[in-house]
């Protein structure tokens, strides 16, 4: 029955938060500087979410550091996403084994 109550308030939040937005706004929105900031709202959320998660899911973090180095310096030189998460996950397996 909990799992129910969990499930429902992430659906009505998740909803909410899809429909406020549409009933706030009804015109579109011309505010360059606000327009700036909701194209990189998607972008800032991905990477608080995802880059905790990076630092946490080895044994040391400096391991983590040198996978999360290694993304950078992949994804900088424009090395595909597939290749730059293969490298990064190639690079801490075989660091943890050592």
């Known amino acids: 029955m909990r799992n129910y109550i969990y499930i429902l308030v992430m659906a009505l939040t998740t909803y909410f ?31 608080v979410m995802t880059f905790p998660a990076i630092l946490e899911i080895t044994d040391s973090v400096w391991i983590a ?19 730059v998460s293969l490298g990064c996950c190639g690079l801490v397996l075989l660091l943890q084994m050592i």
Do not use: D
């Open 65 to 83: 550091w040198v996978g999360f180095l290694t993304a950078m310096v992949l994804a900088y030189n424009r090395v595909s996403l597939f290749i």
């Open 17 to 47: 938060i899809r429909v406020i937005p549409l009933t706030i706004f009804r015109k579109e929105i011309t505010n360059k500087t606000f327009r700036s900031f909701l194209t990189y709202v998607p972008y800032v959320t991905l990477s």
